[in-house]
């Protein structure tokens, strides 16, 4: 069995990985050849036989990603919660695939990773949790980083509005999907949490499609497919495990690999130069995830 320092590294590289996944959906969103709030019932309702598959399976072999840790919830609190996060789920996607149509990939980059600094200001505020020294460090080094990184590429015009503005709302509502989760993940394994929210995300998430006046049914469905299997089969699923066990600052500040790997993907896949500012800020935000890791690991 493993102890607590192992299960705390797993986790963060879970979450690491995770995030490098999601970082690919924005592209995968514009390919896809349907509505933004179709793309978004896709990616849940694709996802969803392939997860509780899994969940099955690993049941049967008896793999820990299956088995509950308990929590002392009931279970209609349990459900309860697995359908609030994915009502908060389904309505971050609706807005994140809506505003990424709506304004640059810079822009909706970085205006929807605002969420690691809503989270570490739900810590502070709301959970009254007093932030170290290392902590602000690391909080300063990421918000700067993130500025260099897509400051240079992200720029404010009348145009973008409507699409940064949905950008916000999504990371307002993933700030609630992972401080649900989080609740959920106490009683509930990680594959089942994501299996559940992934299921009640597509039910929330129908109607909206149903009425959306784009395309519902694609004509390609290579890019729904790929986003369902990497964003939220992989992506989440790695998400859902890292949150039940890492706190939400070091949770929001390890979102921010998404932007690092979507300039990588600009660079190798378009051979779009990368200035030294953008080098600095990457940098800067690998040096806040080393700092946010020491208070984890030394106590």
């Not at 933004?36 to 990603?65: D, E, I, N, Y």
Request: proline fraction near 5%; include cysteine.
């Amino acid at each position: 069995m493993m102890n607590g320092p192992s299960l705390e590294r797993r986790a963060f590289a879970a979450l690491l990985c995770g995030s490098a996944l999601l970082a690919f959906g924005p592209l995968l969103v514009r390919l896809a050849d349907v509505s933004p709030s179709a793309s978004a019932f896709w990616r849940m309702a694709l996802a969803t036989p392939v997860l509780l598959w899994l969940f099955l399976l690993a049941r049967a072999w008896g793999w820990g990603l299956a088995r509950a840790e308990g929590g002392g919830l009931a279970p209609r609190a349990l459900l309860g919660l697995g359908v609030a996060a994915g009502a908060f789920f389904a309505a971050d996607l609706a807005a994140w695939h809506a505003g990424i149509v709506r304004t640059t990939t810079a822009n909706a980059t970085l205006f929807a990773n605002s969420t690691a600094f809503i989270l570490a200001g739900w810590a502070i505020v709301v959970q009254r949790r007093r932030p170290s020294a290392t902590t602000l460090r690391a909080l300063l080094l990421a918000l700067a980083g993130t500025l260099l990184l897509l400051g240079l590429s992200a720029r404010v015009a009348p145009q973008n509005l409507l699409g940064d503005a949905l950008s916000l709302l999504a990371a307002l509502f993933y700030t609630g999907y992972l401080l649900v989760v989080a609740r959920l993940r106490g009683g509930v394994s990680p594959l089942g949490s994501v299996a559940l929210v992934t299921l009640a995300g597509a039910l929330w998430l129908a109607p909206v499609a149903a009425i959306d006046p784009g395309a519902f049914w694609p004509g390609d469905w290579t890019p729904l497919i790929g986003l369902a299997l990497s964003s939220q089969v992989a992506g989440q699923g790695l998400m859902v495990f890292a949150t039940g066990r890492l706190s939400a600052t070091t949770v929001g500040i390890g979102l921010l690999v998404q932007p690092i790997i979507s300039t990588a993907a600009g660079w190798l896949a378009f051979g779009e130069t990368l200035s030294a500012a953008e080098l600095a800020g990457a940098a800067m935000i690998a040096a806040a995830l080393v700092l946010i890791r020491r208070p984890e690991t030394s106590t």
